[in-house]
């Protein structure tokens, strides 16, 4: 059974940094890239930055370039995202993704970061 | 950077109907199109990929097409339960793996 498993959001003011992490099982995790998608209240699904299985490539949205940094370690089946210079526009649920297109499976139950002073 | 355009942004049915959301991309993305629908609270759910394969288990109401820029997702007969956003994202090699702004739909 795959299980997708992100930890590591909460409150943070705004200037503030959060590490989140995503735990994947069942899966042969180095086959895959990754993303982060958010959504803020409200709103919709944005994608935020991706990796690629070796970790050799890394693509970010515009609007965190420079404060995100993406990484993984498939020997820990791990995905995390380093977001430092939080602004309140970064609150959303956090979600990690499995691959190009994520069936049912590949989707976490999403990580809340609040920004807020 | 890719841009995807969704529209409409919102829509309102009858159950029953036939129902097409259209999805424009900046720049040609070949099939490497998905299509995903959300409900409140949930994680999205895989409908279509590669512009036209319906995933497994999701109903075959749903349908894709498209391919280059321009792609649609139709829901041949609206049913209660299909009641949500619906999304679609691009994933060729040309990032950002941008999705759509969603369309919401509803039962009229």
């Known amino acids: 059974e795959v299980q997708v498993v992100e930890s590591g959001g909460g409150l943070v003011q705004p200037g503030g940094s959060l590490r989140l992490s995503c735990a994947a099982s069942g899966i042969t995790f180095s086959s895959y890239w990754m993303n982060w998608v958010r959504q803020a209240p409200g709103k919709g699904l944005e994608w935020v930055a991706n990796?690629?299985?070796?970790?050799?490539?890394?693509n970010y949205v515009d609007s965190v370039k420079g404060r995100f940094t993406i990484s993984r370690d498939n020997a820990r089946n791990s995905l995390y995202l380093q977001m430092n210079s939080l602004r309140a526009e970064d609150a959303a649920v956090y979600y990690c993704?499995?691959?190009?297109?994520?069936?049912?499976w590949g989707w976490g139950q999403g990580t809340l970061v609040t920004v807020s002073s | 950077d890719i841009q995807m355009t969704q529209s409409p942004s919102s829509l309102s049915a009858s159950v029953g109907d036939r129902v097409t959301i259209t999805c424009q991309a900046s720049?040609?993305?070949?099939?490497?199109l998905s299509w995903y629908q959300q409900k409140p609270g949930k994680a999205p759910n895989l409908l279509i990929y590669d512009a036209s394969n319906l995933e497994t288990g999701v109903p075959p109401r749903f349908s894709g097409s498209g391919s280059g820029t321009h792609f649609s997702l139709t829901i041949s007969s609206l049913q209660p339960e299909d009641i949500a956003t619906y999304y679609c994202?691009?994933?060729?090699?040309?990032?950002?793996?941008?999705f759509g702004q969603g369309t919401k739909v509803e039962i009229q």
């Open positions: 720049q040609d993305i070949r099939n490497y």
């Open positions: 990796i690629k299985k070796d970790g050799s490539e890394k």
């Open positions: 993704m499995i691959g190009h297109y994520a069936g049912n």
């Open positions: 994202q691009q994933y060729s090699n040309l990032p950002p793996w941008a």
